[in-house]
């Protein structure tokens, strides 16, 4: 990912990219998100949606341990998520973190899952292509050795 992007998506969710709380020597800050621009979106929309969750989840539990007239169960705090590594590998998004909970788990496989139908450079609509080293694109970003015969990307959903 382009470093404006990437310094874009640091500055909106300072506490996901705390590179601070990260050892140095996993891949995000040793390399940074190492995948296309055309996900940013995805990736903008998934920290947005983790992050939310977080701040939710923790203001409640606060909130229910400071008045819980009705003896209501307290749910845990949920631990704050810092990236390991952003990057493509097999044609699809990999986010590796560290905290969240069961529902943050599935907000990252379902924006890994999205991935595969998003063109990794422009963020059209995009399938896997490939034949060995794939990638996902869109009709206008495959590789020419990689169009075939099949019409073109139609939407799956």
Known sequence: MNSELERKLCEKFPKIF?????????????????CGDGWYQLLRTLCYQIQGHIDWANSQHKLLLKDNPY??????PVPQVVIEQIKEKYASLRFYYRGGDERIDGMVRMAEAMSEHICETCGDLGRIRGRGWVYTACDKHTRKEDKDE??????IF
Not at 71 to 76: F, I, L, Q, Y
Not at 150 to 155: A, G, W
């Open 18 to 34: 705390n590179t601070e709380q990260t050892n140095s020597l996993l891949p995000f800050p040793m390399f940074g998100i190492e």
């Open 71 to 76: 003896n209501v169960k307290v749910p845990d």
């Open 150 to 155: 099949r019409s073109e990307t139609t939407s």
